[in-house]
T-cell receptor, first 116, second 111 residues
Framework: GAGVSQTPSNKVTEKGKYVELRCDPI?????LYWYRQSLGQGPEFLIY????????DSGLPNDRFFAVRPEGSVSTLKIQRTERGDSAVYLC??????????????FGPGTRLLVL | KQEVTQIPAALSVPEGENLVLNCSFT??????LQWFRQDPGKGLTSLLL?????REQTSGRLNASLDKSSGRSTLYIAASQPGDSATYLC??????????FGAGTRLFVKA
């Protein structure tokens, strides 16, 4: 079916505001990842879901960042009290959730967040 | 702490040239290593995945090798084309499914 989709594609907000970024993984993929990418850098791991649970959230930078995946499909990354330093491209990826060594990740196009 | 380094940071070659991109990582306890391509303003496209038990993978003009003991991988691109111009990213996945990326190599192939 369709690939990974992310909405919105672009988001401009003001410092201090709350934002939600959405990820629709490939149908049937149980594993879902969030990354943040700054200009000229590789993606930085934020959080990994296996099904509905966050199996590894060690990359979330602070408690302003939170992510959910209530039904094991769509995921939402939530950022409270946004700061200018949160400006980046937020990428989502999914994989089949099978054996760890065989996990090809499929990426969405990203959401470009700009905090003014 | 796992660190991934890619050399060179940028590369410009004439069309038709064979080239090698390098990736090194500090912790050899990995599940796999992946090479991705990223076009400007786009998401990442997986090119090759090498499992920890494998030494290389091939896809068309691309060949990736993995030497876990030395913490190195190379991506070989044969007969480069202008359409190969992009940023190439190397990533390793270790325990906990945490994937660590390098900063990438920006490749420009001149027609």
């Amino acid at each position: 079916g369709a690939g990974v989709s992310q909405t919105p594609s672009n988001k401009v907000t003001e410092k201090g505001k709350y934002v939600e970024l959405r990820c629709d993984p490939i149908s049937g993929h149980t594993a879902l990842y969030w990354y943040r990418q700054s200009l000229g850098q590789g993606p930085e791991f934020l959080i990994y879901f296996q099904g509905t649970g966050a199996a590894d959230d060690s990359g979330l930078p602070n408690d302003r960042f939170f992510a959910v995946r209530p039904e094991g499909s769509v995921s939402t990354l939530k950022i409270q009290r946004t700061e200018r330093g949160d400006s980046a491209v937020y990428l989502c990826a999914s994989s089949s959730g099978g054996l760890a060594g065989e996990e090809t990740q499929y990426f969405g196009p990203g959401t470009r967040l700009l905090v003014l | 702490k796992q660190e991934v380094t890619q050399i060179p940071a940028a590369l410009s070659v004439p069309e038709g040239e064979n080239l090698v991109l390098n990736c090194s990582f500090t912790d050899s306890a990995i599940y796999n290593l992946q090479w991705f391509r990223q076009d400007p303003g786009k998401g990442l496209t997986s090119l090759l995945l090498i499992q920890s038990s494998q030494r290389e993978q091939t896809s068309g003009r691309l060949n990736a090798s993995l030497d876990k003991s030395s913490g190195r991988s190379t991506l070989y691109i044969a007969a480069s084309q202008p359409g190969d111009s992009a940023t190439y990213l190397c990533a390793v996945t270790a325990g906990g499914f945490k994937t660590i990326f390098g900063a990438g190599t920006r490749l420009f192939v001149k027609a």
